[in-house]
């Protein structure tokens, strides 16, 4: 049996915790709702402030595109060092191909929270790789609504054809994860409600190339497309048509 | 020449798998050390160990705990090496100030200092929690710990943060 006490100990322990029986008591008593509310928004605090800006190495500064952008490289290679004088020559070797691959040597450690994020963003998406298919099957109605509604919105038709939809966790949150079918191949896009940013921040990485923008009072959205290849300018536009398609509910 | 390529395959699977997880056991290891430079070395040596160990790891999915593992063990071995006998938690702030200022809100660096006075049996499982993801099960497998510690330890975890922080606890239970 469920009482104030038990349920606020247990949301001590995993404010996220999705029991059914908690989420009910939660909605019976008004306290305990209150109580839950700071505790997530403390909890959303906690779980920014753990994602300390990581390195990128000291020659990895940020560039300009063709149009104009400023496109944050989230971890370009760097020089290998050796800092190990135990290794044996043929490790060095290795060693060295692997602190490339890591950018770990001559780092810095970024002061902006938009690289963090969407390196964040990027690392998601290996995560997911099947939500890349280029496909013409839109996905149901409902489950896109499903994926929606805990964020307080829904898509008007313009955005596009919805190929794939999940209520993915991210930063400790449960985020619309979505993938649109453009012209010129699939669009991710995740809406982060949490996770605000004072200006748009390109990045180029890993494959991925997009977009993070902010939405005024939602957070923010991220856009990207795999490929480097891909047109900064395309992805603006799908960006805005996105935001504009976007009805929040609450 | 199969098996070279394979070979190559495979070790660029890796490289792509320890490049999306580092950002992560890179802040993982700094809540760990309280102490940016020891974070990026006892990562360094964890990718270093991982890449020579590679054939271990069988499945993918299991990546997050099995460099969480080697991080730990890389973390204890310098603490063994280096031989702190006493952690100043108000010079460990001003270190690390540049970075604890960063935060976009004045309030995350008081939440990133709050952590940094958490005793470490507090922050560590609250970090595998919060930003690795871990379950109860997969913190008490890696810590030692029965569940009821597990589950102790981060309600004490959250208790002393809020505290710390400044927050209302006036509806917050009591243990």
Redesign the interface.
């Known amino acids: 049996m469920i009482d104030?006490?038990r349920y606020?100990?247990s949301m001590?322990?995993?404010p996220n915790d999705s029991d059914p029986q908690l989420r009910e008591y939660q909605r019976s008593c008004h306290?305990c709702g209150?109580?839950t509310e700071?505790?997530l928004d403390?909890?959303s605090?906690?779980?920014?402030?753990?994602?300390?800006?990581?390195?990128v190495p000291a020659d990895a500064a940020t560039r300009a595109d063709s149009g104009g952008r400023t496109v944050v490289p989230l971890?370009a290679a760097s020089q290998p060092v050796s800092?190990?004088a135990s290794?044996g020559k043929g490790?060095l070797a290795?060693?060295a191909s692997?602190?490339v691959?890591?950018g770990?040597?001559g780092?810095l450690?970024l002061?902006?929270?938009g690289p963090?994020l969407a390196?964040?963003v990027?690392?998601h998406m290996?995560?997911e790789p099947e939500a890349w298919r280029r496909t013409d099957v839109p996905v149901p109605a409902g489950a896109l609504q499903d994926v929606l509604r805990d964020s307080h919105l829904r898509l008007a038709a313009g955005a596009g054809m919805v190929s794939y939809a999940s209520s993915c966790?991210f930063r400790?949150h449960q985020v619309p994860h979505l993938v649109i079918q453009t012209a010129s191949g699939p669009v991710t896009v995740m809406v982060l409600v949490h996770d605000?940013v004072?200006k748009s921040v390109w990045f180029d990485e890993?494959g991925y190339r997009g977009v993070i923008v902010p939405v005024a009072g939602h957070g923010s959205l991220a856009v990207l497309t795999r490929g480097t290849a891909a047109d900064l300018s395309a992805i603006e536009h799908i960006a805005a048509r996105v935001q504009d398609s976007i009805v929040w509910t609450g | 020449m199969k098996d070279q390529v394979g070979g190559n395959q495979r070790r660029a699977r890796f490289q792509v798998l320890c490049q999306s997880l580092r950002p992560d056991l890179l802040r993982f290891a700094f809540w760990l050390s309280r102490d940016r430079a020891l974070a990026e070395d006892v990562v360094q040596e964890t990718m270093l160990r991982a890449w020579k160990a590679q054939d271990s790891l069988l499945d993918e999915a299991a990546a997050k705990p099995w460099f969480l593992t080697i991080i730990r063990r890389e973390y204890a071995r310098s603490f063994e090496r280096k031989r702190f006998v006493t952690v100043d938690v108000d010079e460990l702030i001003a270190r690390e100030e540049p970075m604890l200022a960063v935060a976009e809100e004045q309030n995350l660096a008081e939440m990133r200092a709050a952590l940094f006075k958490l005793p470490d049996e507090y922050r560590e499982p609250l970090v595998m929690q919060v930003l690795m993801g871990f379950s109860t099960a997969e913190i008490a497998r890696e810590l030692g710990l029965s569940g009821p510690a597990v589950l102790t330890r981060l309600f004490r975890a959250r208790k002393q943060l809020r505290v710390l922080c400044g927050e209302d606890t006036s509806l917050d239970p009591q243990e």
Do not use: H
């Open positions: 104030c006490a606020r100990r001590m322990t995993d306290e209150l109580f700071r505790l403390f909890e605090r906690l779980d920014r402030a753990l994602r300390v800006a990581v390195p971890r800092r190990s290794l490790w290795i060693a692997v602190l691959a890591f770990v040597a780092a450690w002061s902006a929270s963090t390196a964040d990027v690392t290996a995560g966790r400790g605000r004072p890993q």
